[in-house]
């Protein structure tokens, strides 16, 4: 029997819960590890970045006024959702790397525990990292984590699924929105995670995914007005100090890791933090009536 | 002019798939118990919905036993991230089951659908779900970088929220790492079997969560028993007493969530309709039968009557029915020794003094239902003043100056709960700093949530469930004498 | 000792605590601003996460049956069926009003809606065609939306409608002045228009979306009853949000609230949101269960909306043959 001819897949960026070309135009031809064509990827332009920024802005209005409650089922989903399709990221994973089937496998695992482990945090970082101040005044203060807004991340090269959820789990579990970059070649791997990230009631632009090159892309986004944060661990170390000094043009937080990235490693809470403001409140309290005297 | 009449709009009975016979839950099988068969029995028609298999003291033994094991051999070698899944598995099953978990425990509680449906259940979810997250998490409670469980827990729990007392007991205990046997109230056993179903499903480990129906002697069985190394006790302060006596000088770990008094305060410049909203939550949410129901409301005296008459006018729209009427605001009460007791407190209040309003609602006529009830000028020594009623009945009294609402409100030896209505922010501040209750809700009332701690104190009992203090109650954080 | 059962009746003399005012002192309020303020001003407290709750409860009252037929008929028959676009023709007009009087052509059983609701110079069409029908004719005015104009100008507005023979006027407050806490200049506009209106009765139009929060919409409930509202209402359409849950439920208290002082009876109308069958019963719920079920009544409780009567027409027709009916069988005039 005459073997059957397959639909290809075109591989396109994500941008405000929408899959689609890039403005530009323009693709890279992206092959598996032994040189065989797989697909025209989109290759992102700065435009394409600034409409993530808008998408991404619009997404963090929504995505932080949902409970915290809310956002972790959110994003326990998208666990569920890649679980889902651990088939098809592992041969993703395979074609692009040449990895066995038993690395790739251990990659989507960790891939889709982190999804979980961030799932968890969404309604206990106000626990963990906020506090009741114990002030020597008659007021009771408090100091809660808020999101700082949109945070643009670029992903580690090596670990091409891992490495986007890394970037996306911690900056998301924290009521920010997101625009990723990955290289062009991961284009398929990206491909699937964005159908994973549509399918999970995750409100339109809180993660967008751009395949392009970091060179062209990163450097307007760090200096963009409205991006509040910058992750450079999948930047190599040359343009990290470029993008870290365009950044301080408009007081971005920027991440560097200290550390090369450990797949294996536990996730920590350094990128948690890193893209998470600290709101202090104060209101009298006092004595309930002149009984109780002066608090002065 | 129309009366709105609401035809009944029942939710159907069917749907709860009550089965005839119920079996225990013991090693992961649902097995038959050695003691005799309870009878469940509908609340809202009084007719008879099912029969469970209770467990003898043997079973405790044997339950015990097999709760040790799960936890030497699996549980307590799991990482935190695979107890955690285990746990979110559970949460996802309760919400795929929610509509048959409501309907069936509103068949086996009388409470109603509304509440059930829209509370009960999905806060039960919410509460493995959340806990779940926490599994992994536990270096960040600031107990060191590993804190251990604490091993075997023994949990009994109350009729008036059986689902939901099931969830807050379970799932604190097996993020922490430890393992279960836990005894529902005799006469609500119907729905933690069916979560016990969902754990199985969920693939959760043999003997990690084991479930005894029985009656009194089977609890106390439990938590006398010497292979528990934590006791978790939700019922009366009475029978909490009497574990505290039999643990002491045991040093297995012990906390307590017993009965309240709970004061709703309600000063002049109050947003008066959403008090009297509170007012009405506070004491006609199922059925008043709740240990932080804000039983007793002091309302300034200089705005007594107006309020009264708003609240009477409003609580003579609840409507009162069978449970599975989804236009119920209040069901039935639990049993008829429940509506006996309630009876008689609520008689002696008028026999004390106390002026009685009792809504004009027409009740059904089978069934163990209550007609909302306000009691008047009541004063401090009243036995309604200081007794929990736990009933649809709200004791009044008045207040003149905040010192005064605050001396009244803390004049128990409870200390569950509190409200405080008033539109100034410092007041409603300063007030909650000086009341003596674990939980304070300002111009709100029975608001809970797996983030927020809830518990009491004095005799409201020990220890805090929900957050991070309702975890650090299932590990071992003793670190007295440790450098 | 004997048990007294007190008697739930509130006696309005009593009603002095949270509103501030017992009936004598009500009609004083509005003499002057100073006496104004200090009495809006001192009207109770709104918690809106209260009022969100209680609404949101009793939206998930559950009517079925026969009691849903009777919602539906009577949610129909408190239709203010509304055009207001600068499109509008006369035959627009004429359109409107004919589906206004026979909603469903298949089922003349179906109530006629309350009234149709046009701009002052397409009066005389409306009355014209609905003449002999019952349904009354309302007419916006004062410089509808926006209330932008001259006392002067919103006057002849109100006249202009009222000779032609508007039975109804739906006036608009002056929102600029109630933000800058100048209420005795809203006052004294709703007296005038009032005057102004004949026998016409008068909705007091408070745009609650500009309002903003749940206080001010109290207040200005309160403030157009003291002017003499026949009816206040929350919105033009024109803005969102529009008709709210929450804000129609502050509305409503404050109808109750002023008939336990006063004795008399003030009417309600939501307007501009209301679409589907669904959000009208629950609208009806909520006058049932906050202010009492003597206001369900068109002449008390009205809907401002277009769409609704579609979706109400074929719930109506669902209801009577026993399976869901589909927009083809409406009539869109």
């Known amino acids: 029997m005459a073997q059957r001819v397959t639909v290809t897949k075109t591989c396109k960026l994500y941008i405000g819960g929408a899959l689609a070309r890039s403005e530009s135009g323009r693709t890279v031809r992206v092959t598996d590890h032994q040189g065989e064509f797989m697909a025209n990827a989109a290759l992102a332009s700065r435009k394409d970045g600034r409409d993530a920024v808008v998408a991404a802005r619009k997404g963090q209005v929504a995505w932080a006024s949902a409970t915290p409650y809310n956002r972790g089922q959110v994003m326990y989903r998208m666990a569920e959702m890649m679980e889902g399709r651990r088939a098809e990221l592992v041969q993703a994973l395979r074609d692009l790397s040449g990895l066995s089937v038993a690395r790739a496998s251990r990659e989507v695992d960790l891939a889709v525990d982190s999804l979980v482990h961030h799932a968890g945090w969404t309604d206990k970082l106000a626990t963990v990292m906020g506090s009741v101040n114990a002030v020597s005044s008659p007021f009771f203060s408090y100091s809660a984590p808020e999101p700082t807004g949109v945070v643009v991340a670029a992903a580690p090269a090596e670990h091409a699924l891992l490495g986007l959820v890394s970037a996306l789990a911690p900056v998301v579990a924290g009521g920010n929105a997101v625009v990723l970059v990955t290289r062009a070649e991961a284009a398929c791997v990206a491909a699937v995670l964005a159908e994973i990230l549509a399918t999970s009631d995750l409100p339109a632009g809180v993660v967008n995914l751009l395949t392009g090159h970091a060179a062209e892309v990163l450097p307007h986004l760090a200096a963009h007005g409205d991006v509040n944060g910058l992750d450079l661990t999948g930047v190599d170390a040359g343009l990290r100090a470029e993008l870290g000094r365009v950044a301080a043009g408009t007081v971005k937080r920027v991440h560097v890791p200290r550390r090369p990235f450990d797949p294996e490693a536990a996730p920590g809470t350094t990128r948690l933090r890193a893209f998470l403001e600290t709101k202090t409140v104060w209101h009298p309290t006092g004595a309930p009536s002149l009984a109780g005297g002066s608090s002065y | ?483 | 000792m004997t048990s007294a059962i007190t008697s739930s009746a509130p006696s309005p003399a009593t009603q002095t605590s949270f509103a501030g005012a017992d009936s004598a002192s009500l009609r004083d309020v509005g003499a002057t601003a100073a006496s104004l303020r200090h009495f809006l001003h001192g009207l109770a407290p709104v918690d809106p996460v209260g009022v969100e709750q209680r609404a949101a409860g009793l939206a998930t009252r559950s009517v079925k049956r026969e009691t849903k037929r009777t919602l539906i008929d009577l949610a129909i028959s408190m239709v203010d069926l509304t055009t207001l676009e600068g499109a509008d023709t006369a035959g627009k007009v004429r359109g409107l009003a004919r589906k206004a009087v026979r909603p469903d052509p298949d089922h003349p059983d179906t109530p006629s809606a309350a009234a149709v609701c046009v701009y002052p110079d397409v009066v005389p069409v409306a009355v014209e065609a609905l003449a002999g029908t019952g349904v009354k004719v309302a007419s916006v005015a004062t410089a509808f939306p926006a209330g932008r104009s001259s006392l002067e100008v919103k006057l002849a507005d109100t006249r202009l409608a009222v000779t032609a023979g508007a039975d109804e006027i739906d006036m608009v407050i002056d929102r600029a002045a109630f933000l800058a806490g100048d209420y005795l200049r809203v006052h004294d506009q709703i007296v005038a228009v009032k005057q102004a209106c004949g026998t016409a009765r008068l909705k007091v139009i408070l745009e609650t979306g500009e309002l903003a929060t749940y206080d001010n919409v109290r207040r200005a409930s309160w403030l157009a009853l003291l002017a003499g509202a026949d009816f206040i209402k929350t919105s033009t359409g024109k803005i969102a949000p529009a008709a709210t849950l929450p804000v129609t439920q502050v509305m409503l208290q404050a109808v109750r609230d002023w008939r336990s002082i006063t004795g008399e009876q003030r009417a309600v109308k939501p307007a501009g949101g209301i679409r589907t069958t669904k959000d009208a019963v629950r609208y009806l719920v909520l006058v049932h269960e906050v202010a009492g079920p003597e206001w369900l009544d068109p002449h008390w409780f009205r809907f401002g909306a277009s769409s609704v009567l579609n979706d109400l027409v074929m719930q109506r027709r669902t209801q009577l043959a026993g399976h869901y009916s589909g927009p083809l069988y409406v009539t869109v005039d």
């Open chain 2, 1 to 483: 002019m129309i009366h709105l009449d609401y035809a009944a709009a029942p939710e159907a009975a069917s749907l709860g798939r009550v089965r005839e016979r119920y079996q225990m839950f013991l090693g992961g099988e649902f097995v038959d118990g050695h003691g005799p068969d309870l009878v469940s029995v509908n609340p809202s028609d009084e007719t008879t919905l099912s029969t469970v298999s209770s467990a003898s003291a043997e079973d405790v033994n044997t339950a015990v036993r097999l709760a040790r094991t799960a936890y030497e051999d699996v549980w307590s070698r799991l990482s935190g991230l695979e107890r955690g899944k285990y746990l979110f598995r559970i949460a996802r099953g309760i919400a795929e089951r929610s509509r048959e978990l409501a309907v069936l425990e509103s068949l086996d509680n009388g409470k109603p659908i509304k509440e059930t449906r829209d509370f009960d259940v999905p806060a039960a979810a919410q509460y493995f779900f959340s806990y779940a997250g926490w599994a992994d998490k536990l270096q960040h409670l600031g107990y060191g970088p590993s804190p251990s469980a604490l091993g075997v827990a023994g949990q009994v729990i109350p009729w008036n929220f059986p689902l939901l007392m099931a969830a807050w007991k379970i799932a604190p205990a097996l993020a922490a790492g430890n393992t279960v046997v836990i005894k529902p109230a005799e006469t609500t056993s119907l729905s933690i079997l069916v979560l016990a179903e969902i754990m199985a499903d969920a693939g959760l480990p043999a003997g990690v969560v084991n479930v005894l129906p029985g009656a009194g002697d089977i609890g106390a069985a439990l938590v006398g028993h010497p292979g528990i190394d934590k006791v978790a006790f939700t019922g009366s302060t009475a029978v909490g007493k009497r574990i505290q006596t039999e643990l002491a000088g045991t040093g297995r770990r012990l906390t307590l969530e017993l009965g309240g008094k709970g004061a709703n305060i309600v000063f002049d410049d109050a947003a008066v309709d959403q008090a009297v909203e509170g007012v009405v939550n506070g004491i006609f949410f199922n059925q008043g039968q709740v240990c932080c129901a804000g039983s007793r409301l002091l309302v300034q005296e200089s705005v007594a009557e107006e309020l009264l008459d708003r609240l009477r006018a409003r609580v003579a729209t609840l409507r009162v029915g069978h449970a599975l009427d989804k236009n119920t605001d209040v069901g039935a009460v639990n049993s008829r020794a429940q509506l006996d007791k309630i009876t008689a407190l609520t008689q002696s209040g008028v026999d004390e003094g106390a002026q009685r309003w009792v809504s004009p609602c027409p009740l059904p006529e089978t069934g163990l239902y209550v007609a909302p009830t306000i009691l008047t000028d009541a004063s401090p020594s009243m036995r309604v003043s200081r007794e929990e009623i736990f009933g649809p009945v709200l004791t009044t009294l008045t207040f003149r100056t905040p010192e005064e609402a605050i001396a009244k409100a803390n004049n128990t030896p409870y200390g569950l709960s509190a409200g405080v209505w008033t539109d100034k922010g410092s007041r409603a501040m300063a007030v909650a700093g000086a009341l003596r209750a674990g939980v304070v809700w300002n111009n709100t009332f029975n608001r809970f949530d797996p983030a927020a701690a809830f518990g009491g104190y004095g005799e409201s009992g020990f220890g805090r469930e929900g957050g991070p203090y309702g975890l650090a109650a299932y590990l071992d954080t003793d670190d007295e004498g440790v450098l």
